[in-house]
Antibody, heavy 119, light 109 residues
């Protein structure tokens, strides 16, 4: 059974960089069948796709966040990571990582981690 | 940027049938967008219900079905149960990324 687990600081100061890691277990991140996504959900609001990465390192980002987002992969650790720069209070959200089956739907999700942007 | 539209809220009686839709601000939804549907209850991660328009995810009851109705993707719940009360999100594949709809809050009463 594939499992995904997000980890990282729960509090980030405005203007700093948010950094999260997703650890994948029960399957290899290097499998060519999947993309690996980050998704977020501000409190009380809907879901927003941030971007995804293929094991080779190819990335696709939400155009609205593209200038601030970097997603990377570490196949040796079976992990992928998110960096979001110049954060503001509007970036406060639960951040989910998810496996993306053939880049067109999400089949496994992490439990989510709340990141609050505040001084 | 293309906006994916969903009804903000919907209500259904227990045992009733409800159809939620997923459209585009410009254009029609087709199978080429590989519409998928997710159910989310408060405090929980989303659960995958339907993918590739009409394929149920493993373990999803057959009272959930997906289709294309007119120019929109649709999620139909037949014989609604109390625990179907949730938020429902559709996702469309846009060729180089994914876009979520705004979600529909379904009330069963």
């Amino acid at each position: 059974q594939v499992q995904l687990q997000e980890s990282g600081p729960g509090l980030v100061k405005p203007s700093q960089t948010l950094s999260l890691t997703c650890t994948v277990s029960g399957g290899s991140i290097s499998s060519g069948d999947y993309y690996w996504s980050w998704i977020r959900q501000p409190p009380g609001k809907g879901l927003e796709w941030i971007g995804y990465i293929y094991y080779s390192g190819s990335t696709y980002y939400n155009p609205s966040l593209k200038s601030r987002v970097t997603i990377s992969v570490d196949t040796s650790k079976n992990q992928f990571s998110l960096k979001l720069s110049s954060v503001t209070a509007a970036d406060t959200a639960v951040y989910y990582c998810a496996r993306d089956q053939t880049a067109n739907y999400f089949d496994y999700w992490g439990q989510g981690t709340l990141v609050t942007v505040s001084s | 940027q293309t906006v994916v539209t969903q009804e903000p809220s919907f209500s259904v009686s227990p045992g009733g049938t409800v159809t939620l839709t997923c459209g585009l601000s410009s254009g029609s939804v087709s199978t080429s967008y590989y519409p998928s549907w997710y159910q989310q209850t408060p405090g929980q991660a989303p659960r995958t219900l339907i993918y590739s328009t009409n394929t149920r995810s493993s373990g999803v009851p057959d009272r959930f079905s997906g289709s294309i109705l007119g120019n929109k993707a649709a999620l139909t719940i037949t014989g609604a149960q109390a625990d179907d009360e949730s938020d429902y999100y559709c996702v469309l594949y846009m060729g180089s990324g994914m876009v979520f709809g705004g979600g529909t809050k379904l009330t069963v009463l």
